[in-house]
């Protein structure tokens, strides 16, 4: 039987919660090199396994927290006030909740996602991280950075590595509260390390990565393996990165995306997120890398794909994919 995240949290949280005056917080997107794909409790967002990822700078997500001036909870995205029972702006309330509890102080909260909609990219990593963020300083919690990440897990997944810039690696974690099973940033630095976004595709996704790795879980049959091959990839990606060697990183990361592909395709219902743009972008990187390239890709439950490279290839990379979106990168290295 899983803890139920508001107990997990309240045994954090001082007795009672305070009222608060504002708060501001920012929170990066993050690509995965090692992908978190199923979970062993859902409650909680707890991972089946470990995972890596890369942030993405200045791409993400400023979110405040106001006390209401209506004497209602209101939630504004991209500068839009939100029917409260819309989907977005119930899932940030009940998520406050869990930190407000008996509070009777109405709240605003905007968020702001400066990810270009061009680029194809969620942004639930960014906006679960933001707002746990916005929610420790606007209660003055003062939560440690582990703990702030372990519960912006329970918003999102992946959004336990927005926490941090860099590279972050979301660890397993063994404890059922799970508030081991959270991220830390990788003390590796390389500059001139390049993630491309490639926008291939538009229109939302029918089934979203939470029901997709449920379904995954639940069905495929490949599924067996995934977990043994994650933990041989985190470790290799996590050689890779120390040695800088792109190589390694990519054929590691690539692989690692396929397979989780793989496991998807294997579902029942089958669940293909690819549309022919995907695949015909694939093979456009696999003839660059053929040409000698070192360029190497990896997807999320989406058609878009991420390209992985040196600043040394940017020119033939840009030239075989003039669409691409360059991500700076290099600002969280210092
Ligand atoms: C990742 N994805 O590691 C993987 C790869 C998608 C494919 O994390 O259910 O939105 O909220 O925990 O974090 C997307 O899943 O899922 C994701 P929930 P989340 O980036």
Same mark, same amino acid.
């Given at each position: 039987?899983?803890?139920?995240?508001?107990?997990?949290?309240?045994?954090?949280?001082?007795?009672? @919660?305070?009222?608060?005056?504002?708060?501001?917080?920012?929170? *990066?997107?993050?690509?995965?090199?090692?992908?978190?794909?199923?979970?062993?409790?859902?409650?909680?967002?707890?991972?089946?396994?470990?995972?890596? #990822?890369?942030?993405?700078?200045?791409?993400? #997500?400023?979110?405040?927290?106001?006390?209401?001036?209506?004497? $209602?909870?209101?939630?504004?995205?991209?500068?839009?006030?939100?029917?409260?029972?819309?989907?977005?702006?119930?899932?940030?309330?009940?998520?406050?909740?869990?930190?407000?509890?008996?509070?009777?102080? !109405?709240?605003?909260?905007? @968020?702001?996602?400066?990810?270009?909609?061009?680029? %194809?990219?969620?942004?639930?990593?960014?906006?679960?991280?933001?707002?746990?963020?916005?929610?420790?300083?606007?209660?003055?919690?003062?939560?440690?950075?582990? /703990?702030?990440?372990?519960?912006?897990?329970?918003?999102?997944?992946?959004?336990?590595?927005?926490?941090?810039?860099?590279?972050?690696?979301? /660890?397993?974690?063994?404890?059922?509260?799970?508030?081991?099973?959270?991220?830390?940033?990788?003390?590796?630095?390389? *500059?001139?390390?390049?993630?491309?976004?490639?926008?291939?595709?538009?229109?939302?996704?029918?089934?979203?990565?939470?029901?997709?790795?449920?379904? @995954?879980?639940?069905?495929?049959?490949?599924?067996?393996?995934?977990?043994?091959?994650?933990?041989?990839?985190?470790?290799?990606?996590? &050689?890779?990165?120390?040695?800088?060697?792109? &190589?390694?990183?990519? +054929?590691?990361? &690539? +692989?690692?995306?396929?397979?989780?592909?793989?496991?998807?395709?294997?579902?029942?219902?089958?669940?293909?997120?690819?549309?022919? $743009?995907?695949?015909?972008?694939? /093979?456009?990187?696999?003839?660059?890398?053929?040409?000698?390239?070192?360029?190497?890709? @990896?997807?999320?439950? %989406? !058609?878009?794909?991420?390209?992985?490279? /040196?600043?040394?290839?940017?020119? +033939?990379?840009?030239?075989?994919?003039? &669409?691409?979106?360059?991500?700076?990168?290099?600002? !969280?290295?210092?």
């Amino acid at each position: 039987m899983s803890i139920s995240k508001k107990d997990v949290i309240a045994n954090y949280l001082p007795k009672r @919660t305070e009222a608060g005056l504002k708060a501001e917080a920012f929170a *990066p997107s993050n690509i995965a090199l090692c992908k978190y794909w199923g979970k062993r409790d859902v409650e909680l967002n707890l991972p089946i396994n470990g995972s890596l #990822s890369i942030s993405l700078g200045e791409l993400g #997500s400023h979110t405040s927290i106001n006390e209401s001036d209506t004497g $209602e909870d209101q939630v504004y995205l991209n500068d839009e006030l939100l029917e409260p029972d819309s989907k977005f702006a119930s899932k940030v309330i009940r998520f406050i909740e869990l930190f407000r509890r008996d509070l009777d102080q !109405p709240i605003t909260v905007r @968020t702001v996602n400066n990810i270009p909609t061009a680029a %194809g990219l969620a942004s639930s990593a960014s906006g679960f991280a933001a707002l746990t963020l916005a929610v420790n300083d606007f209660y003055r919690f003062g939560l440690k950075k582990e /703990h702030l990440s372990a519960f912006a897990r329970m918003g999102s997944g992946s959004a336990s590595r927005s926490i941090y810039q860099g590279f972050v690696e979301w /660890h397993l974690g063994v404890r059922t509260d799970g508030m081991d099973s959270c991220a830390e940033p990788l003390a590796a630095q390389w *500059p001139g390390f390049r993630i491309g976004l490639l926008k291939v595709a538009t229109g939302e996704k029918k089934i979203d990565s939470r029901s997709g790795m449920q379904r @995954t879980v639940e069905s495929a049959p490949l599924y067996n393996s995934w977990p043994k091959q994650a933990a041989n990839d985190l470790r290799v990606i996590k &050689e890779a990165i120390k040695n800088r060697d792109l &190589e390694l990183l990519g +054929q590691t990361a &690539e +692989q690692n995306a396929l397979s989780m592909h793989a496991t998807m395709i294997g579902s029942w219902p089958p669940l293909l997120y690819w549309q022919p $743009e995907s695949v015909a972008a694939m /093979h456009r990187l696999w003839e660059l890398r053929a040409s000698g390239v070192q360029v190497y890709l @990896t997807m999320d439950a %989406g !058609p878009n794909l991420k390209l992985i490279f /040196h600043s040394e290839s940017e020119a +033939q990379v840009r030239d075989a994919f003039p &669409e691409l979106m360059d991500v700076d990168i290099v600002a !969280p290295f210092g």
